[in-house]
């Protein structure tokens, strides 16, 4: 009976983890839900705001793997909490920045601690979860970011009430005060690091394999494509539909939610028997073709809009799908976390490169540029899922 309580409990504690999953994608949100009000008040051009979403990502761009080690070597549950918790001082750092240096500074920081929280919590949530509900843990995980930066994003009309400056502080009190939940909620979840290994071996042996590099740059292009777009959109609709900025980012918030439906999709298609391959082949082909309709001239802002809705739905697929191709891929057993961290580390290149070379084409040559940049990805995450789909899963796996 006791271990019937201890299963059916198990939900709640999950939940609680994606929770943490969703506040930090506040931090994703939030940048371009503030970024006319950030260009205003430090006087900087469209060249220099796509870095402060592109800073986000500078740091984890670089030590994503380093990170996903540390989760096994730690523990997840630690690293959950000390993300959530480094989020919330460079918040309130970030809150009383003077010039656009230091608020790029403490970006970065909220960068590592949100790569922090997003490699550690889907490995907590692997050790949580029974091995029948797995796919659909991991499926309710991939909709922490659409569902995080939708609620930012709703919270826009805040913006004229507190300002930049504000939102920045109560972000941080968000993230300060769910670490403490968190930390208090997971008491019972697994806290053991890994057994002593070398640090060196494990970076050596994921690196190494095939499998991680192939899923870290799906994602890489995944995250450029979808942020090339949804970094900007609350100012591309603005333009297209001739509305407020509070409006645009409504708008906004509205076609970023949806995709967490795709997310919700993804795992009964998974458990169903669907290929991963031709999931990711759906969502990359439609996504590539849609960021023609978004930002290419001659199309109504109605059309735009909805196939805005239609790239961020169908995209959603995506992001579950390669999570959960990271427990097949990953070189060990034991080196989840690591190959996790991987992945997540080509998710912050794609953050950090879709948003600057978006912005730069786009102040050069206008959005329908951007179009062309969208389907260039699109099409090398083609050829990659293709080559993927040909690999076999790694051999500590593949039993």
Same mark, same amino acid.
């Given at each position: 009976?006791?271990?019937?309580?201890?299963?059916?409990?198990?939900?709640?504690?999950?939940?609680?983890?994606?929770?943490?999953?969703?506040?930090?994608?506040?931090?994703?949100?939030?940048?371009? !839900?503030?970024?006319?009000?950030?260009?205003?008040?430090?006087?900087? $051009?469209?060249?220099?705001?796509?870095?402060?979403?592109?800073?986000?990502? *500078?740091? /984890?761009?670089?030590?994503?793997?380093? *990170?996903?080690?540390?989760?096994?070597?730690?523990?997840?549950?630690?690293?959950?909490?000390? =993300? #959530? #918790?480094?989020?919330?001082?460079?918040?309130?750092?970030?809150?009383?920045?003077?010039?656009?240096?230091?608020?790029?500074? !403490?970006?970065?920081?909220? =960068?590592? %601690?949100?790569?922090?929280? &997003?490699?550690?919590?889907?490995?907590? *949530?692997?050790?949580?979860?029974?091995?029948?509900?797995?796919?659909?843990?991991?499926?309710?995980?991939?909709?922490?970011?659409?569902? /995080?930066?939708?609620?930012?994003?709703?919270? +826009?009309?805040?913006?004229?009430?507190?300002?930049?400056?504000?939102?920045?502080?109560?972000?941080?009190?968000?993230?300060?005060?769910?670490?403490? @939940?968190?930390?208090?909620?997971?008491?019972? +979840?697994? &806290?053991?690091?890994?057994?002593?290994?070398?640090?060196?071996?494990?970076?050596?042996? &994921?690196?190494?394999?095939?499998?991680?590099?192939?899923?870290?740059?799906?994602?890489?292009?995944?995250?450029?494509?979808?942020?090339?777009?949804?970094?900007?959109?609350?100012?591309?609709?603005?333009?297209?539909?001739?509305?407020?900025?509070?409006?645009?980012?409504?708008?906004?918030? $509205?076609?970023?939610?949806?995709?967490?439906?795709?997310?919700?999709?993804? =795992?009964?298609?998974? !458990?169903?028997?669907?290929?991963?391959?031709?999931?990711?082949?759906? %969502?990359?082909?439609?996504?590539?073709?849609?960021?023609?309709?978004?930002? /290419?001239?001659?199309?109504?802002?109605?059309?735009?809009?909805?196939?805005?809705?239609?790239?961020?739905?169908?995209?959603? @697929?995506?992001?579950?799908?390669?999570?959960?191709?990271?427990?097949?891929?990953?070189?060990?057993?034991?080196?989840?976390?690591? !190959?996790? $961290?991987? #992945?997540?580390?080509?998710?912050?290149? %794609? #953050?950090?490169?879709?948003?600057?070379?978006?912005?730069?084409?786009?102040?050069?040559? =206008?959005?329908?540029?951007?179009?062309?940049?969208?389907? +260039?990805?699109?099409?090398?995450?083609?050829?990659?899922?293709?080559?993927?789909?040909?690999?076999?899963?790694?051999?500590?796996?593949?039993?």
């Amino acid at each position: 009976m006791s271990e019937r309580r201890s299963d059916d409990s198990r939900w709640p504690t999950i939940l609680l983890i994606v929770g943490a999953g969703i506040v930090s994608a506040f931090q994703v949100g939030k940048a371009p !839900t503030a970024l006319a009000a950030v260009q205003a008040d430090l006087a900087i $051009g469209l060249a220099m705001a796509s870095w402060l979403l592109s800073a986000f990502a *500078i740091v /984890g761009a670089l030590s994503g793997i380093a *990170i996903g080690v540390a989760v096994d070597h730690v523990g997840a549950r630690r690293m959950v909490v000390g =993300g #959530l #918790l480094l989020q919330g001082a460079g918040s309130a750092v970030g809150a009383f920045a003077g010039a656009a240096p230091l608020l790029l500074l !403490t970006r970065a920081i909220e =960068g590592v %601690g949100f790569l922090t929280v &997003t490699v550690a919590a889907p490995t907590l *949530i692997v050790g949580m979860a029974r091995p029948r509900d797995l796919g659909r843990a991991i499926a309710v995980w991939g909709t922490f970011m659409p569902v /995080g930066m939708t609620v930012v994003m709703l919270g +826009a009309p805040l913006l004229t009430v507190i300002g930049w400056r504000g939102y920045w502080l109560v972000n941080a009190a968000v993230l300060i005060g769910y670490a403490v @939940l968190l930390a208090y909620g997971t008491r019972a +979840a697994p &806290t053991a690091a890994a057994q002593h290994r070398s640090i060196a071996d494990d970076l050596r042996q &994921t690196t190494a394999a095939g499998g991680p590099w192939l899923l870290a740059s799906l994602m890489a292009a995944f995250s450029a494509a979808f942020f090339a777009v949804f970094g900007f959109l609350p100012a591309i609709l603005s333009d297209r539909l001739a509305v407020g900025p509070t409006t645009g980012s409504l708008m906004a918030a $509205g076609a970023v939610a949806v995709n967490a439906l795709g997310n919700l999709a993804c =795992g009964p298609l998974l !458990t169903r028997g669907v290929p991963r391959a031709h999931v990711l082949l759906i %969502g990359f082909v439609t996504m590539g073709l849609c960021g023609f309709g978004v930002m /290419g001239e001659g199309v109504s802002g109605p059309v735009a809009y909805a196939l805005c809705v239609v790239f961020s739905a169908v995209g959603g @697929l995506v992001p579950v799908a390669l999570i959960d191709g990271a427990p097949r891929h990953a070189p060990r057993p034991d080196l989840v976390g690591a !190959t996790v $961290g991987f #992945l997540m580390q080509g998710n912050n290149v %794609g #953050l950090l490169l879709g948003p600057v070379i978006s912005g730069g084409l786009a102040a050069a040559l =206008g959005w329908p540029m951007v179009s062309f940049f969208v389907a +260039a990805l699109a099409f090398a995450a083609v050829v990659l899922t293709l080559t993927l789909r040909a690999r076999p899963a790694e051999a500590a796996l593949s039993s």
